[in-house]
């Protein structure tokens, strides 16, 4: 995903490649009204072009594993599903998880799926 603001340049968030990302999962909840629970796992890296105080490109990842929740999808792979984070995550500089810089606090997003 990508965001431009006037104070922060591009704003950039990626699905990180880290190997240890638990599988995301899909459970039926009620197979006779096809209605699907759908948990996606994600480690993100985030970029923000100009940080405040000036200074090169500020590389972020996050803290820990989010979690995308579509809880009353109709169809799977969803067509239009409605996710929700279910927690805030944090983000620190890559290699110092401690130094949290900052914190998603909602994240909606529309997902389907395109063969």
């Given at each position: ?59 972020l990842a996050s803290t ?8 009353r999808l109709t169809d ?40």
């Amino acid at each position: 995903m990508t965001a431009y603001t006037e104070a922060l340049g591009k704003v950039v968030l990626s699905w990180a490649n880290s190997g240890s990302t638990p599988l995301s999962e899909v459970r039926i909840l009620d197979e006779t009204a096809s209605t699907y629970l759908s948990t996606w796992y994600l480690d993100w890296t985030m970029t923000i072009e100009k940080p405040p105080g000036g200074g090169a490109p500020m590389e972020l990842a996050s803290t820990k594993t989010a979690a995308l929740v579509g809880d009353r999808l109709t169809d799977f792979p969803p067509q239009g599903g409605k996710y929700q984070l279910q927690q805030p995550v944090d983000f620190a500089p890559v290699g110092a998880p401690g130094q949290v810089i900052l914190s998603l606090q909602q994240l909606a997003s529309t997902v389907s799926y395109s063969p």
